[in-house]
């Protein structure tokens, strides 16, 4: 088939990482895989303690499951401030979720109709065993280019294997376009829809669309309760040697949160101190996956940090806080 011009949109695949024993192994799955799951399982073991491997923690240990997270790190999501990383932990364990860090998992043996997985500490060197009835490979995902032949296309790939794309989504063969995951970067639903955006505008539009013009891009990660944010956070600004003033709010002041009797988590604002812009904003807290479209719609709109500290939003709502953490 030909065409003038070509989009990929072929998406991202769950990496599955050389552990010994897990092909074919009906005890483990993927994030698709364990989707179809129809019984409950006891014991989930959960192969990496990323945000996908959150999420199904957080999920499975509400439905009832022990869960375990082996994570290969020291520390719990690097991306996220340490304070912050310390509140999703201990929200998670309070959940009854068990967290072993340091976790490199070795194999996963199919034994009496269980599974046994085996890993080593890499501070001690000592090597454990845990039985499981599930194993969920939370490993990362990469770009799903496998079989596309790009080479002969002309287009070029990183080394992540991401189709590099420049501002208007077009590849080093200027009639293809990459879109969605499939280029690497933030890959969240929206980015997908906001590259069609791009798209769009350059073929039948002003070409007035670029990826540039989007940042900063907010994310939720649908723990329980959701952990959001948009811009950077304070090890950030830290790093880049800017002059902010942080702020911080704990969930427990919340009164829509008292309400709820959802009463765990920590807000936080990073804000410039000479012009009062809004830098970054983390909300772990019930309802964040909505209040921070809020942060983003003042941040976007050019307003200082006084916007949302004066802004004058419904009682009791999660969204009242930015008044409070703000002040
Ligand atoms: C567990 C999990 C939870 C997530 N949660 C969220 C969330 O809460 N919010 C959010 O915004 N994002 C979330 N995401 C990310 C989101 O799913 C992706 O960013 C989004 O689906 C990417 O869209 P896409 O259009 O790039 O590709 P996809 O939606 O992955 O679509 C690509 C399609 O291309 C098909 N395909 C692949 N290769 C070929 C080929 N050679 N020929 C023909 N077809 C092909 C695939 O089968 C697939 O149907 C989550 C992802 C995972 C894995």
Redesign the pocket.
């Known amino acids: 088939m030909k065409a003038e011009q070509i989009i990929i ?4 695949e769950a990496v599955i990482p050389p552990i010994e024993g897990i092909t074919d192994n009906p005890f483990v799955y993927t ?1 698709t895989s364990i989707m179809e799951l129809t019984t409950l399982p006891r014991h989930l073991v959960i192969v990496g303690g990323g945000y ?1 491997g959150l ?1 199904f923690s957080s999920m499975f240990a509400s439905f009832g499951s022990q869960v375990t997270v082996l994570e290969g790190y020291s520390e719990l999501i690097l991306r996220e401030d340490r304070d912050i990383a310390a509140s999703v932990q201990e929200t998670l364990e309070k959940k009854g979720v068990a967290f072993r860090l340091n976790a490199k998992v070795q194999s996963v043996k199919y034994v009496d109709q269980k599974a046994i997985v085996t890993f080593g500490d890499s501070l001690t060197n000592e090597v454990f065993e845990l039985e499981a009835d599930a194993v969920l490979l939370a490993t990362g ?1 990469r770009p ?1 280019t496998e ?2 032949n790009l080479k002969v296309a002309g287009v070029d790939v990183d080394a992540r294997g991401a189709i590099i794309v420049d501002e208007y989504l077009k590849t080093t063969n200027p009639d293809i376009r990459a879109v ?3 280029k690497g970067g933030l ?6 829809l906001d590259d069609y955006r791009i798209v769009r505008e350059d073929l039948f539009g002003k070409k007035e669309k670029k990826m540039t013009d989007r940042n900063p891009v907010s994310y939720s990660v ?1 723990i329980d309760p959701p952990l959001s944010r948009i811009g950077i956070n304070e090890e950030e600004a830290r790093k880049q040697n800017l002059d902010v003033v942080i702020k911080k709010l704990p969930v427990m002041a919340i009164p829509r949160a008292k309400t709820l009797g959802e009463t765990d988590g920590l807000l936080k604002a990073v804000i410039d101190k000479e012009s009062g812009m809004i830098l970054g904003v983390t909300l772990f807290a019930p309802d964040s996956s909505e209040v921070i479209n809020e942060v983003a719609i003042a941040m976007k709109t050019g307003q200082d940090y006084t916007f949302l500290r004066d802004f004058i939003f419904t009682h009791p709502s999660m969204s009242e806080a930015l008044n409070d953490l703000f002040t």
Request: hydrophobic share 35%.
């Open positions: 949109n072929t998406g991202a994030s996908i999420e995902r799903n079989g596309l969605g995951d499939v890959q969240f639903t929206y980015i997908s649908f």
